[in-house]
């Protein structure tokens, strides 16, 4: 990308890369950035949009007048279930405030009211202004496996790692949440009546001020452990 452009899916997209030759969505000044991948909802009878081996760099979500215009700096998924990103890299990426907004969330990926699939993903080195450096969901349930979050940083608030605000209830499965840094929960950081799954997931060596690994400071949230 040539230029602070964004990519706004409103039907389907499919970019199907291979292994050994990823279809890279970048910006050709890296200091200028562009406006990342974002899924909107889709028609009754639209086919699936899918992302598979992808490279997702250098994207910035900031400087809009709406909390989505500044969250989800590589890709921002907004009530659409029917995406599927796997075998992807998203790095480098950033959600930063625009005017008036205290609202910039997942530096990496953000996932709102929806429950799409994340799985055998690389997250890292993003960075999130409020929560969630790597994955913010809010009031989302997505499926979440065989991903590596790694690197990630939330400055203000909670969840270097990954974040979940409202009633979210993600099954995360075979992930590694790990070297992620926040204020709280440097791994994760979980409130307001989320109740998420974690099976067979590694935390390690993430850092916060309070709660390395997992900040869960709200009794209506119930995580499962396995």
């Known amino acids: 990308f040539v230029g602070d452009y964004t990519l706004s899916v409103k039907g389907s997209m499919e970019a199907l890369g291979k292994r050994k030759a990823p279809i890279h969505f970048t910006s050709s000044n890296r200091g200028q950035g562009w406006g990342?991948?974002?899924?909107?909802?889709?028609?009754?009878?639209?086919?699936p949009s899918i992302l598979d081996y992808c490279t997702i760099e250098n994207a910035t979500a900031s400087g809009g007048l709406t909390p989505l215009d500044n969250s989800g700096g590589g890709i921002a998924i907004s009530s659409n279930d029917n995406v599927t990103i796997s075998h992807c890299t998203v790095r480098n990426c950033s959600a930063s405030g625009g005017v008036g907004i205290d609202f910039s969330v997942g530096g990496g990926i953000y996932v709102e009211y929806c429950s799409p699939t994340l799985m055998y993903n690389?997250?890292?080195?993003?960075?999130?202004?409020?929560?969630?450096?790597?994955?913010?969901?809010?009031?989302?349930?997505?499926?979440?496996?065989?991903?590596?979050?790694?690197?990630?940083k939330a400055v203000e608030y909670g969840g270097g790692g990954i974040a979940m605000n409202g009633d979210c209830n993600p099954v995360m499965v075979s992930n590694t949440i790990a070297d992620n840094t926040a204020m709280s929960g440097g791994g994760i950081y979980c409130i307001y009546d989320s109740d998420p799954l974690l099976k067979n997931t590694i935390l390690w060596g993430n850092e916060a001020t309070w709660g390395n690994q997992v900040f869960i400071p709200h009794i209506d949230c119930d995580p499962d452990f396995y």
């Open 122 to 152: 690389y997250v890292q080195d993003n960075e999130a202004e409020n929560y969630g450096g790597g994955i913010a969901l809010y009031h989302a349930s997505p499926v979440i496996h065989h991903n590596v979050i790694t690197g990630n």
């Open 36 to 47: 990342g991948i974002r899924f909107f909802p889709e028609s009754a009878d639209a086919p």
